[in-house]
């Protein structure tokens, strides 16, 4: 029908059939969580998503600290550590900056910037301290959010 998507595959061994509804962006507003982020940096794609599979060799939670830059840590349960600083420059532009410090799963953010960096060079990474991070890349005539919850802890 319309306003339907139909995908067939068929091959020798086996036949799948999905129907998905379409919608139009301009009459449908997505829905998004309602927060207040207190720094919204833009970075490049490939090395944030670059920095966050380095800090995975290390540990598997990721944190995010604002103060003037932007600072990466991971630390492992074996005691290993890792940080990177983002300074304000030629890579990382700021457009709201106010002190952060908030911990995230790494393996989630690591399959999300991998699917954004295929489609935009730049990040807008929004953040605040005890709410989710937002994912924004934005590329002709796309939009791609992506909001991943902060992790309870104790450190």
């Given at each position: ?34 927060v207040?982020f ?80 295929a ?37």
């Amino acid at each position: 029908g319309e306003g339907v998507l139909n995908i067939s595959s068929i091959t020798e061994k086996k036949e799948k059939k999905m129907s998905t509804p379409l919608f139009d962006m301009e009459e449908v507003e997505p829905p998004s969580p309602s927060v207040a982020f207190t720094t919204l940096i833009q970075l490049d794609a490939e090395d944030f998503h670059s920095e966050i599979k380095d800090a995975l060799l290390v540990g598997k939670d990721i944190r995010f600290k604002t103060e003037g830059n932007l600072i990466m840590t991971c630390k492992g349960d074996a005691g290993g550590s890792y940080e990177n600083v983002w300074r304000i420059g030629e890579d990382m532009s700021v457009l709201m900056n106010e002190p952060v410090n908030v911990k995230f799963p790494g393996e989630q953010l690591e399959e999300i910037t991998r699917a954004g960096k295929a489609l935009s060079n730049k990040v807008q990474v929004s953040l605040g301290t005890g709410i989710p991070i937002k994912l924004t890349y934005i590329a002709d005539h796309i939009l791609l959010t992506f909001y991943e919850a902060p992790m309870r802890s104790e450190d």
